[in-house]
């Protein structure tokens, strides 16, 4: 076993937990809520939940065990933790909703993107699938662009030059909302100092980033698969409703998600 | 400028046909990468005459698969949305290699051919028939079955099964268009399989639903048969009818599969089935989600990727032909706000070049997408407000009359033939007509459009101005001083039947309650002797509209019901009442007459009642034998239009006053006309009662009812709202009743078509 999947695993075992509890919080939280908007004008004064009677509701709420699964599948597969999805697929024997290996191949595109290897990520997206950059003109500028920032970044001024000419004008004639961004990584070659360069954030690590994970967001759409796990949504809904009750009752809030430790009711 | 860089493509070309293989797949992996996302690399290697060689690399078995899949791959992306390079390639003789590379057996090779031939029928001027020939179609059908997963190879030789169904439901998609086709489709076991890719077994692969549901609206659109067969089948899902799957589809939570699974409820609602139950789905649950989908276009428009600006684009289109002809629809679409939504729409889509009429404008990629979106947003607001004029009046208040007004100079055809969808619309109202449309300044593009250069647009045009030439509009007067006559009448040598049919159609109007100058200008147009040839055309609809102009021609005086007697000629004018007449009697005899037979009968009629307005010598003219025989056979007509039209000719051919009144009553009472008139008394039609009952005091002693009649009399001649016809459509002042069937007949041609 890789220390990666040892890692993996453990995430897995502890988001079972996680996730439940969270979503057990959910439930109760927009049960008071709802209980509580149809006594809204009997009851002005603010509720107090004491801490051993949530935990005792909590105790009481029940979670499918399936649709869990569901939600670790998701964070699995979409983050790209192959590995861990083929072993809880196995434990759980809940089929992944992709074919694993397609993670492996995004995972794979990902990393080629981050070490600032473009050219090799565009052939092996294209092996993927023909139709993503072929439909996809903003994104396939800004790889374009990414590989101007490389060549400028290994200060292949002669190569950037001819490169922009050949392949970036003609994207900015096709679509002219492009210019901006275009004329932005140009203007990195009038500064002998990237330091001082007013667009040197252009060159830093968080650029390829920003373009992988705009490639990684596109193959995804073209598998149907969600941009973002749901645990985000997840976790927003959390916020959301905690202050909605907030405002009607005092009760145990999370406040760390990390730990989602439960923080002793306000008196 | 780069001719430094295309050597280095001319190079790769001229590698795909060396000897050493390793060099072949470098070379054309180099090109395929080169090119995707590319459009100018796509139009280089094109220049470079690439295509011969792909279509050769497929055609011949000495190449590996590999090289067969990266060639189609290549084919495809040049073809992507090109309709350039679609044609040159199908010139080239892709389709059939293609079609024969689809017979392979690696999923892979299928997959990326099949992809290559939606690509090139994205075109509607590439013809398909040759993939009906069955060693193909059943072919290709079989690919709907999902296979195995196939879990061996790399990952650009796996493939996903789904995937293989997903552009196998593209690609009958694109060849389901006439009747024809789609029957030939359906005959393989089609329904089925696209059924079952629609159930939850796929939730997790919504693309493979979402292509089998556009396959599905394309096998059903104007289908009756293949709807109720769709409809029937059997689902294995747990919703269990097709029908609730496709509602529960409708609310996915993505708006491509929404629009889909509307789309094909649509196209199943507007097949002519009735089922009372998909009606009140429709209004309750498909219509209201589709207004949702009314979006203006998004202004970031960065991330969005050309699929949901697609179906952006699509959504007016299909809730115009939801709504076109259902007036609940109609009510409820205005209800749910649709009209200040799709106005919305279209305000968005204003830019500077509205302002100077598109002198100089040139297209790039997000206005091609405003294009798209503003021709579908007034093709619905057309649909919308085609009968209510409540529903105009709200469509005025928007103020997109100046931006309906400016489309009509886009150089799009689409747009303009949209604009002027919408102005045709609109000019139903008299109070538009009278008003906003007048200061919209709308006539000045209108009349331009008579000539454009597209037929269809041509159609619409002309079938707008009919409406806006009625008598009491302003805009009658511009038509006539700016050449709008030689204009029209140049339209009634069409070779289109459309096209002949609206400009006659706007002649009659014109000439409707005309001065006699008016009428011998168009005359003076468009001759007699043509006039002739249109009375007795090949279209039913052409004639009846024809034999209108004549009614309207020879009305209201002596002067004018003279000119159109001689102008014809009396043998010829009375062959043309006998020979209509005795037409009518014949086919209205026959098993199965339509209406198209009624309304010539009933336009020979009225005329017949016009020339008999006139004096002594123009009636003596036309009671001949035949024609009274005729008039006779027709008092018992089932259509009370035609009994009330026959009791007018007898009203007018019996004035107590007139010179010649008691040798004509004889006549008539000899043929037993008085004794078939008393037969109407018990009419269950009020007119005919009230008429039957005066017809019948002409024949009664003549000094009793002396007094009365002329009192009566000048009502006869001067009645024009029923001696001569107007034709604004489904106005309330003006509803009657057969002219609104013509009008949807009319309206019906030019409906949308959501494939589009």
Aim: proline share 4%; net charge negative; with cysteine.
């Amino acid at each position: 076993m890789t220390i990666e999947l040892i890692i993996n695993l453990f995430y897995y075992y502890y988001f079972i937990l996680y996730y439940h509890f969270l979503i057990i919080i959910i439930i109760i939280i927009i049960k008071i809520l709802y209980f509580k908007s149809r006594f809204k004008k009997k009851a002005p004064s603010k509720k107090v939940i004491a801490k051993e009677k949530w935990e005792s509701k909590l105790a009481n709420v029940s979670v499918d065990k399936k649709d869990l699964n569901k939600l670790i599948m998701n964070y699995l597969v979409i983050e790209g933790y192959k590995d861990a999805a083929e072993k809880f697929s196995q434990e759980s024997g809940l089929q992944p909703s992709v074919d694993l290996l397609y993670i492996e191949e995004r995972m794979n595109i990902r990393n080629t993107i981050q070490s600032g290897n473009i050219d090799e990520a565009i052939e092996k997206v294209n092996d993927l699938d023909p139709e993503i950059l072929d439909n996809n003109p903003v994104l396939y500028f800004h790889l374009q662009q990414q590989k101007l920032i490389e060549y400028i970044k290994q200060n292949k001024i002669v190569e950037a030059i001819e490169f922009a000419q050949e392949e970036l004008a003609p994207r900015g004639e096709e679509n002219p909302e492009f210019l901006e961004d275009l004329e932005q990584t140009m203007a990195l070659l009038a500064f002998d100092d990237n330091d001082k360069s007013p667009v040197k954030s252009l060159l830093e690590h968080s650029q390829r980033q920003k373009t992988a994970s705009e490639l990684n967001a596109a193959i995804l759409t073209s598998q149907c698969q969600d941009r973002d796990p749901r645990l985000l949504s997840l976790l927003k809904l959390l916020s959301w409703s905690q202050d909605q009750l907030n405002e009607k009752a005092s009760f145990p809030n999370i406040k760390n998600y990390v730990t989602a430790k439960l923080e002793p009711t306000n008196k | 400028m780069l001719a430094g860089h295309e050597e280095k493509y001319k190079q790769a070309v001229n590698m795909l046909s060396s000897g050493n293989q390793e060099e072949q797949i470098k070379a054309i992996r180099f090109i395929k990468n080169s090119i995707i996302g590319n459009i100018t690399k796509k139009k280089l290697y094109m220049n470079l005459n690439i295509s011969p060689i792909l279509i050769k690399i497929l055609s011949e078995d000495t190449y590996s698969n590999d090289m067969k899949i990266q060639s189609s791959v290549i084919i495809g992306s040049i073809a992507n949305g090109n309709e350039k390079n679609i044609k040159k390639l199908v010139e080239d003789g892709a389709i059939k290699p293609l079609l024969d590379t689809c017979n392979t057996e690696d999923p892979k090779l299928y997959e990326s051919a099949a992809r290559a031939l939606k690509s090139l029928l994205e075109s509607d001027k590439t013809t398909h028939e040759i993939l009906f020939e069955e060693k193909y179609l059943e072919n290709i059908i079989s690919h709907l079955k999902p296979c195995d997963f196939n879990l061996y190879g790399n990952i650009a030789m796996r493939n996903n099964p789904y995937r293989i169904s997903e552009v196998t439901a593209q690609l009958i998609s694109k060849i389901s268009i006439s009747p024809e086709e789609q029957n030939k489709i359906v005959q393989h076991e089609t329904i089925p399989l696209l059924l079952n890719l629609i159930t939850s077994k796929y939730d997790f692969y919504p693309k493979v639903q979402e292509a089998a549901l556009e396959a599905l609206s394309c096998i059903c659109k104007g289908n009756k048969d293949i709807c109720m067969n769709v409809l029937e089948a059997p689902l294995e899902d747990e919703s269990k009818s097709t029908s609730k799957r496709l509602l529960k589809l409708v609310h996915s939570k993505r708006p491509e599969m929404k629009l889909l699974s509307i789309t094909c409820l649509t196209n199943i609602f507007r097949s002519g089935i009735t089922n009372e139950e998909l009606k009140k789905e429709v209004l309750l649950i498909v219509l209201p989600v589709l207004i949702k989908l009314l979006n203006p276009p998004s202004s970031s428009t960065s991330l969005q990727s050309t699929q949901s600006f697609s179906s952006q684009e699509r959504a007016p289109m299909i809730f115009s032909y939801l709504i076109a002809e259902d007036k609940d629809l109609q009510k409820a679409a205005m209800e749910g706000d649709a009209i200040s939504k799709l106005a919305n729409i279209i305000k968005m889509t204003k830019t500077s070049d509205d302002d100077n009429n598109y002198v100089n404008y040139i297209p790039t990629n997000s206005s091609l997408h405003n294009e798209r979106l503003r021709e579908s947003s007034l093709f619905a607001v057309a649909s919308i407000c085609a009968y209510e004029e409540e529903y105009r009046k709200n469509v005025i208040e928007t103020k997109i009359l100046p931006i309906i007004v400016s489309s009509m100079y886009h150089p799009n055809y689409g747009i303009r033939m949209a604009a002027c969808h919408c102005t045709k619309s609109l000019s139903r109202s008299v109070k538009t007509l009278r008003t906003s449309l007048v200061d919209s300044g709308v006539i000045n593009p209108l009349l331009k459009l008579l000539s454009d250069p597209d037929i269809q647009v041509q159609t619409v045009a002309c079938a707008a101005l009919c409406n806006v030439v009625l008598d009491f509009s302003p805009m009658k007067k511009f038509v006539l001083e700016n050449d709008g006559v030689p204009r029209l009448v140049s339209l009634v040598h069409s070779m289109d039947s459309n096209l002949r049919l609206n400009a006659i159609w706007a002649l009659k109007n014109i000439v409707f309650n005309a001065e006699s100058n008016i009428k011998d200008q168009i005359i003076k147009e468009l001759g007699w002797e043509q006039l002739y040839l249109l009375i007795n055309d090949e279209e039913l609809d052409i004639q009846e509209q024809a034999i209108n102009l004549l009614r309207n021609l020879a009305c209201t005086n002596e002067y004018d019901i003279e000119e159109t007697i001689n102008g014809l000629g009396e043998t010829r004018i009375i062959n043309i009442f006998e020979n209509k007449l005795q037409w009518g009697i014949q086919n209205t005899n026959m098993i199965n007459p339509t209406p198209k037979v009624d309304n010539i009968i009933i336009q020979t009629i009225w005329s017949l009642v016009n020339i008999y307005a006139g004096n002594e010598k123009h009636k003596k003219l036309l009671i001949t034998d035949n024609i009274l025989n005729s008039l006779f056979q027709l008092i018992t007509h089932k259509n009370e239009i035609i009994r009330l039209a026959v009791i007018w000719c007898c009203i007018n051919l019996t004035n107590p006053d007139d010179v010649g009144t008691p040798e004509r009553k004889k006549k008539l009472i000899s043929l037993q006309f008085p004794n078939a008139f008393k037969m109407l008394k018990n009419d269950p039609k009020i007119d005919v009662r009230n008429k039957v009952r005066e017809v019948l005091k002409h024949f009664e002693e003549p000094s009793e009812i002396k007094s009365y009649n002329s009192l009566l009399m000048p009502l006869n001649r001067s009645n024009e709202s029923l001696l001569s016809d107007l034709s604004l459509h489904n106005n309330n002042q003006y509803d009657d009743e057969d002219d609104e069937d013509e009008d949807e007949d009319l309206f019906d041609e030019y409906l949308p078509d959501s494939n589009y």
